[in-house]
């Protein structure tokens, strides 16, 4: 019956009303917490602090907590010198704070991510076109690469970080394998980079003269500091821009050191030892390695496309590839003849383009052998060399590729 029902139905509006789970409990609860949270920021004001009030629940509280730039910060974007000033963190690292306090954010607000981006390009960029990367320059690129060693990239700085990895393309491929206590600092100055009189440097071949260079491997006295290049290109290559500067800058680098080599592929600055043995170097054996490198970079970054694509953190690989196709310059081609220029590290990626890109942009072996038989082809290359430098080639470009699964 009516009678009995509606019985239990006060009888249970009324313990509702008393815990509070009715709705004159939810708006008592309600006008308390609005009490609360007035008070509070009644405290906040008269302690001259502003945050955001956001109630549980609204609409308005963000997912995750963001880094604001200072005006300090912003006003670097449009000062390189100042800018290199600032992230060059001394022989010693003794300033090295600095770069990690600016970089070192998960979320920046707002367009803030380009802001960093434009400040690390312009803190280690070189002043122009022809003019060689000074210590301080280098020694921020190396403070760059630390600080944010081991993390995820907020939105919107893979571009300007690429730039500076693009920059430095010679000295970011660079394999020094020195003994962690011989290594010389933060960077190098253009004495210490200077080939010995057998033509050979640790640094690389056809270096331009008064040229510092970073040493990304050193880790400095307490071991604290970690600039790991080869993990920042992965975390880079999850950006599509991001990996159409870094393909184009291999490549470039590539047709750049191809029109410097004499025309059976070897080392125009190579002098033989007095007393060479069976295990003395030779004027290919440096281009070997060199060609290696190359191949083993350009390999990695397709090998990070694909498996990013496999965990789906590149959801669209059809989407990602337009974007890197839309984004890269276009080919590169190695001049007909020998050239012994040394230009300035930054001008190699910068170098003009051919052309439009041929085939298939993401075959990186395939637009490896297209620029070399060019090469082989515009020099009457002995075809028994050209043979040997794809082999190096092919093999180093396949192992890291699979490397990266």
Same mark, same amino acid.
């Given at each position: ?50 945050? +955001? ?12 907590? %963001? @880094? $604001? ?10 000062? +390189? ?19 990690? /306090?600016?970089?070192? @954010?998960?979320?920046? %607000? ?20 022809? $003019? ?8 921020? #690129? ?5 600080? *944010? ?25 660079? @394999? ?14 253009? =004495? ?20 510092? @260079?970073?040493?990304?491997?050193? #880790?400095?006295?307490? $071991? ?5 290049? =080869? ?20 490549? #470039? ?8 080599? /004499? ?33 083993? $970079? ?7 496309? #694909? ?15 337009? *974007? *890197? ?81």
């Amino acid at each position: 019956m009516r009678d009995g029902g509606s019985n239990d139905d006060s009888d249970g509006s009324r313990a509702a009303a008393a815990d509070g789970t009715g709705s004159g409990g939810r708006l008592r609860r309600l006008r308390e917490h609005r009490t609360a949270v007035f008070a509070v920021a009644l405290l906040v004001l008269a302690a001259g602090v502003t945050i +955001p009030l956001v109630l549980p629940g609204s609409d308005d509280a963000p997912d995750k907590p %963001c @880094h $604001r730039l200072p005006a300090s910060a912003l006003a670097l974007a449009d000062d +390189p010198r100042a800018a290199t000033e600032a992230l060059d963190p001394g022989d010693d690292l003794a300033r090295i704070g600095s770069a990690r /306090t600016l970089l070192r @954010h998960k979320s920046v %607000c707002g367009d803030g991510a380009q802001v960093l981006g434009r400040i690390v390009d312009g803190a280690t960029r070189s002043a122009g076109p022809g $003019r060689p990367h000074t210590m301080a320059q280098a020694r921020a #690129a190396y403070a760059v690469a630390s600080a *944010v060693h081991g993390i995820e990239l907020p939105e919107g700085l893979a571009p300007g970080m690429a730039r500076m990895v693009a920059e430095y393309v010679v000295d970011t491929g660079a @394999h020094l394998s020195w003994g962690g206590d011989e290594l010389p600092g933060p960077a190098v100055s253009p =004495e210490k980079a200077r080939p010995d009189s057998g033509g050979w440097s640790k640094f690389g071949r056809f270096l331009a003269p008064g040229e510092a @260079h970073p040493v990304f491997e050193y #880790a400095g006295s307490s $071991r604290s500091a970690h600039a790991d290049i =080869e993990s920042l290109v992965g975390e880079l290559s999850k950006d599509p821009e991001a990996f159409a500067i870094l393909y184009d800058a291999e490549r #470039a680098n590539f047709a750049h050191y191809l029109e410097r080599l /004499t025309d059976d592929g070897g080392d125009p600055d190579f002098r033989p030892p007095p007393r060479p043995d069976n295990l003395s170097p030779t004027s290919t054996s440096w281009p070997d390695n060199d060609l290696q490198d190359i191949g083993d $970079r350009i390999g990695a970054l397709m090998g990070h496309r #694909a498996g990013y694509a496999r965990n789906r953190t590149i959801p669209d690989l059809a989407a990602f590839d337009r *974007v *890197v196709r839309r984004k890269t310059r276009g080919t590169f081609r190695p001049a007909g003849k020998q050239v012994d220029s040394r230009p300035a590290m930054g001008d190699i990626a910068d170098r003009p383009v051919a052309g439009p890109v041929e085939g298939d942009l993401t075959d990186g072996r395939r637009q490896l052998f297209i620029v070399l038989d060019d090469w082989a082809q515009d020099r009457d290359a002995p075809v028994r060399r050209v043979a040997a430098m794809r082999q190096l080639m092919d093999d180093s470009y396949v192992q890291a590729l699979w490397l990266q699964f």
